[in-house]
């Protein structure tokens, strides 16, 4: 076979894969669109996440309340000695 058929015979399996690829996002360009115009709602469960995110905020603001000091001491202490192993 001649270089330049087997070049040809590439450049259509090309071309017709990227036409395939241009449909496809032609295609979902065309649903994002639709779906765009659509009022959006929301998911059964929703509030169910927003409650667990509200509890999930309420606990890190206690535990943050409650062990703040003690990993500021536990950090600052724990770094304090490493300096003092590591000569310089």
Known sequence: MDPWKHF???HDHYLVHYLELLA???QWRRVR???AK???TAPFFAP???WLGRRMIGWGV???ARYDKAWDDSVIHH???KVEEEPY
Request: net charge neutral; no cysteine; proline share 5%.
């Open 24 to 26: 496809e996002a032609e």
């Open 79 to 81: 770094n304090a000695a």
């Open 8 to 10: 040809s015979a590439r």
């Open 62 to 64: 206690r535990l943050h």
């Open 38 to 40: 659509e009022p959006r």
């Open 48 to 50: 169910a996440l927003i």
């Open 33 to 35: 669109a639709v779906m």
